[in-house]
């Protein structure tokens, strides 16, 4: 069971690299845009692209990596919360909280998207995707140490 496991989280860190790939493609042309009140269709489409990668990502972190991982160290499951501040015990994340910043703005893009909050969390997402892509990098960290 825990090969299978390892197997399943060795498949699942493949799609993370390319979900942060895709991710800081989109955050350098979203850099390179700015945040700006008169957005071409173009540029929206950017911006658009950049905060469904987000999500996406968030939710491979959270949804699949952290779960996989606390069930190879046979932690219990619990809440998101949980999930989330084991996370920082084992040093996946820096900041329980600051990842939880970044699960909540998955939620405002995947449930609150309006026209008058777009730009606000146009550039929510591009202070945070730092705070993912150095997940990434941590999760790896951790995952080549165990």
Known sequence: MNDDLRLLLKQQLI?????????TFSEQKCQEIGIKNDLTLDELDRFESLTSRFGRLCDILL???????????LESRGTLRDRINRAEQKELIKS????IECRTLRNEIAHEYTPDNVLAIFGKVLEMTPVLVESVEMVKAYCEKY
């Open 96 to 99: 329980a909280e600051r990842f």
């Open 15 to 23: 799609l993370l690299d390319d979900a942060v790939n895709v991710l």
């Open 63 to 73: 949804q699949k990596i952290f779960r996989l991982i606390d069930e190879i160290d």
